[in-house]
């Protein structure tokens, strides 16, 4: 059994199933190379091992703001609201650069509270420091929008779907005072006769509905074309650039890193589907040409026999031979 590790022999398997090098293939480098993108896009879409469940966290930044000149250390202090000259955007300072040239600000709102964000060149007025914003620089912006003030989380491109985010700061310890759940599974631990674990599991349910009911989970909303993450809640009050939001992603399973990818059934026969198809497009024009010894060239046969197997292949996957089952879907 030949086994298939790289992209290049994925692309001389599928040849040689094809006949190559006793037949000429006349399908040119690069359409081999479009076509084997076009199998790994399909695979990627619809085949059950072509992802997998990500639990990615991000912290979220916060917008920099890069000075003309240095300013004096201490200049601008956590909590100090900022002012634009011109923009007449606010902010609130998170924290100042150790090389003193930027600092880091969060909750930026434009006039009369609407949206806003500072503008190169312009004067930042605060309670202690007034300093001028550097000028405008196409390749090294003085300011640099952050997540928190973009209302957005960046999505690395091989996320193709979010699923949701964990609750922000879930775990800090000041939430255990009031958590019914700590105090309870504290007692199961230490008093083994005060509380049984059917008991335990009613009220932990109950007490999950409570919260779904009345909390319930950040919606969320995501185009994998965009790579932005948009979560719908209020963002100053939420989180801070000292947070973290877990998210549940689903990623491509890159083949360059996990080149056993291209040894997979489906894509080989697949990728050798779609050669056929390309081949069988380039000799179409040539149809019922007879060459030197009479052969004739049947690209239109060629053609249809590609076409059959890609399209038998393709219901195969549908009808669930390597695609993963659908879920059940409640409401």
């Known amino acids: 059994m030949t086994v298939v590790g790289s992209r290049l022999e994925l692309k001389e398997f599928s040849l040689r199933k094809l006949g190559a090098p006793v037949i000429k293939i006349n399908v040119s480098d690069a359409q081999l190379e479009d076509r084997i993108d076009d199998a790994l896009q399909y695979f990627h879409e619809w085949h059950m091992e072509g992802t ?189 650039p000292s947070s973290w939001i877990m998210i549940e992603c689903w990623r491509v399973v890159n083949p360059e890193t996990f080149p056993d990818v291209y040894n997979d059934f489906f894509l080989k026969e697949y990728v050798t589907a779609l050669f056929k198809i390309q081949w069988g497009n380039n000799l179409s024009k040539f149809q019922g040409i007879q060459m030197v010894g009479g052969v004739t060239l049947d690209g239109q046969r060629i053609l249809q026999e590609g076409t059959e197997a890609k399209k038998d292949l393709e219901e195969q996957m549908k009808a669930g031979r390597w695609s993963a089952p659908l879920g059940f879907i409640m409401g």
Do not use: C
């Not at 300013?71 to 924290?95: C, E, H, L, M, R």
């Not at 930026?108 to 060149?121: I, K, L, R």
């Not at 960046?154 to 958590?179: E, K, M």
């Open 52 to 240: 997998e469940k990500l639990y990615m966290k991000h912290q979220p930044t916060a917008t920099v703001l890069k000075f003309a000149a240095a300013i004096p250390a201490g200049s601008f202090i956590k909590g100090d609201t900022v002012t634009g000259g011109t923009s007449q955007a606010s902010s609130v300072v998170w924290d100042q650069a150790a090389d003193n040239l930027s600092i880091r600000v969060w909750q930026t709102v434009g006039p009369a509270g609407a949206d806003g964000m500072f503008v190169a060149g312009e004067s930042l007025v605060g309670p202690r420091y007034t300093a001028t914003i550097g000028p405008a620089n196409p390749l090294s912006p003085p300011v640099v929008p952050g997540d928190l003030d973009n209302k957005w989380v960046p999505i690395p491109d091989p996320v193709i779907s979010v699923v949701r985010i964990f609750p922000v700061n879930a775990t800090l310890s000041s939430n255990f005072l009031f958590d019914p759940i700590y105090y309870s599974a504290f007692d199961l631990i230490w008093n083994f006769n005060g509380l049984d674990l059917v008991s335990y599991d009613v009220m932990k349910t109950r007490i999950n509905f409570i919260n779904e009911m009345l909390v319930g989970q950040k919606p969320v909303r995501f185009n994998r074309y965009m790579n932005k993450l948009y979560i719908d809640f209020d963002w100053k009050r939420s989180v801070n």
